[in-house]
């Protein structure tokens, strides 16, 4: 029985008490708060580790006997995935890889500028010369077009799908005219050169006939280097029409006939009964997260230096 003697004793016994669990309870909640941050932290280090390609091509460690695979995806262009660099460096990779049997250049290109698929071009033709044991295929899936067939005259043979577009020899320059739009809207130009030929093409004035003489000779010169490059790059095998460097594009089975390509062939088939090497390795060189959010950034917010020029570019599209 409680005495008045020992009550308040008891009393203090139960707020130490209830004191006592209370902070357990807030220990425990800041235990689990903590768990369940790290354990959300652990959950994003690993989405990130799966959906980021960290870059750089596929490593073979024991040297087994394989097809390398280089992808030249999208516009030819610096800035790009299929940059000349990028492209370069992966097929220096597969060339040197002590397993490489045979390189598949995976194309799949409307094309871009003549320099990016020049520079990928002699490189291809360096690489060839270096290592005569290992040969270079390319085989288009559904567009190797301009810039991007450039490229592929440099292989020994080009496969495609019978359904593939190929083609497209030629050069273009685009733009827009603006001076229509800008008499309506009483809008007047200001351009200060010094030199006649600074706003070389610039599409708020009117065109100057001479400019677009000098523009046509650009483009012509180009064309001729393109045209040089498909006949070397395939030599007796061009059966060549009127049309063929017009910018004519045809299907797989059309280039076929006409020379511009060899057969018909996907990079399994490929590696399985040309190279005869069933086992592939990727080489592609891809930008991980940081070098695209840059390269993003420079193209939003950068201009090129076609663009500080005040003129449009060359390309092969």
Request: hydrophobic content about 45%.
């Amino acid at each position: 029985m409680t005495t008045p003697e020992n009550e308040p004793h008891w009393e203090r016994q139960l707020l130490e008490k209830l004191a006592l669990a209370t902070l357990q309870e807030q220990k425990a909640k800041r235990r689990w708060g903590i768990f369940f941050k790290l354990f959300g932290l652990s959950y994003l280090v690993v989405v990130l580790i799966l959906l980021v390609d960290w870059g750089g091509p596929e490593k073979l460690t024991d040297g087994s006997r394989h097809t390398a695979v280089v992808h030249l995806n999208g516009t030819i262009e610096a800035s790009g995935e299929a940059s000349a660099d990028a492209i370069n460096e992966a097929l220096q990779a597969a060339f040197s890889d002590k397993g490489t049997a045979g390189v598949i250049l995976r194309v799949n290109s409307p094309g871009g500028s003549p320099v990016q698929a020049g520079i990928v071009h002699d490189e291809i033709r360096r690489l060839r010369s270096m290592h005569p044991q290992i040969s270079l295929y390319v085989v288009v899936e559904d567009l190797c077009a301009s810039g991007g067939y450039y490229v592929a005259v440099a292989a020994d043979k080009i496969f495609v799908d019978k359904a593939s577009i190929v083609g497209s020899i030629g050069v273009l320059m685009d733009g827009f005219g603006f001076t229509g739009t800008m008499d309506k809207l009483g809008v007047e130009r200001r351009l200060l050169v010094a030199g006649v030929n600074k706003g070389f093409l610039d599409p708020f004035s009117p065109q100057d006939a001479t400019q677009k003489e000098h523009a046509q000779v650009l483009l012509g010169e180009i064309h001729k280097q393109f045209i040089e490059v498909v006949r070397q790059g395939r030599g007796e095998r061009l059966k060549e029409t009127p049309d063929m460097f017009s910018g004519l594009m045809w299907t797989g089975s059309q280039s076929i006939q006409l020379g511009l390509a060899d057969g018909l062939g996907t990079v399994g088939s490929v590696a399985r009964d040309v190279i005869m090497a069933e086992k592939i390795v990727d080489f592609t060189i891809k930008d991980n997260l940081a070098e695209r959010f840059a390269k993003r950034f420079r193209a939003g917010g950068t201009p090129g230096a076609a663009a500080l020029l005040g003129i449009d570019r060359p390309l092969f599209r």
